[in-house]
C-alpha cells in the first residue's frame, strides 16, 4: 500500500480526532474509558494543529492514522526541553495497523525534527502496554529513557509513561 504523510487539512479534523479517540479507547490507553478528560484533547485536532504540526497517513484515498509533531520549545510539548522536538499522539485505524502506517508517521516526525533548526533530539511518551509502538521505536533508533518517565497524572498512582529519545 502506498502511503502518504502530509500535513492534516482543515476539513480532515474531525475524522483524524475521531480516528485517534478510536484508537486510544480501543487499545484501552484511557484510564476512564469515554469519561477520560484526555479523550477530549484527542479529538480536538484544531487546537493541536494551531500549536503543532498535526501529520495524517492517507493511502488508498483514505485517512489511516496522524501524529502530533512538536518542534523545539512549542506549546504542546509533555517532555521535551530545549533543543529537543516532541511526538505525541501517534494513532493508526485499526483497519491500517500492521502495513508500515505509524512507522510512515514516526519517520516524517524524525524527517521534521532533522530539518528543524537547533534540534539535536526527538523525544515521546508511550504508555507500557504500547508493545507495537516500543518496537517501532526501537527500529527506529529510539532508546528508552527510564529517567524521564513520568505520570501524567500524578494524584493517581500507577500511571506511569515510558519515554524514549533519539539523538540526530
Known amino acids: 500500500m502506498d502511503i502518504a504523510i502530509r500535513q492534516a487539512q482543515p476539513d480532515e479534523y474531525d475524522a483524524l480526532g475521531d480516528i485517534t479517540a478510536r ?3 480501543q487499545d484501552g490507553l484511557l484510564d476512564f474509558g469515554e469519561r477520560d478528560e484526555y479523550l477530549g484533547e484527542l479529538r480536538d485536532v484544531a487546537t493541536r494543529a494551531a500549536a503543532a504540526q498535526v501529520l ?11 501524529v502530533t509533531f512538536v518542534p523545539s520549545g512549542g506549546p504542546m510539548a509533555d517532555i521535551a526541553r530545549s533543543g529537543e522536538a516532541e511526538i505525541r499522539m501517534l494513532a493508526v485505524d485499526h483497519a491500517a495497523r500492521g502495513r508500515g502506517v505509524g512507522e510512515a ?15 539535536g533530539r526527538i523525544v515521546l511518551s508511550t504508555q507500557r502496554t504500547m508493545h507495537s509502538a ?3 521505536y526501537e527500529r527506529l533508533g529510539f532508546v528508552r529513557t527510564p529517567e524521564r518517565d513520568w505520570n501524567p497524572v500524578p494524584h493517581l498512582v500507577g ?6 529519545e533519539l539523538t540526530l
Open 134 to 136: 516500543h518496537r517501532i
Open 56 to 66: 495524517v497517513a492517507v493511502g488508498q484515498g483514505r485517512l489511516l492514522g496522524g
Open 105 to 119: 508517521l514516526v519517520r516524517a516526525c524524525v524527517d521534521r525534527a532533522r530539518a528543524t533548526e537547533a534540534c
Open 159 to 164: 500511571i506511569t509513561l515510558l519515554t524514549y
Open 23 to 25: 484508537a486510544y479507547l
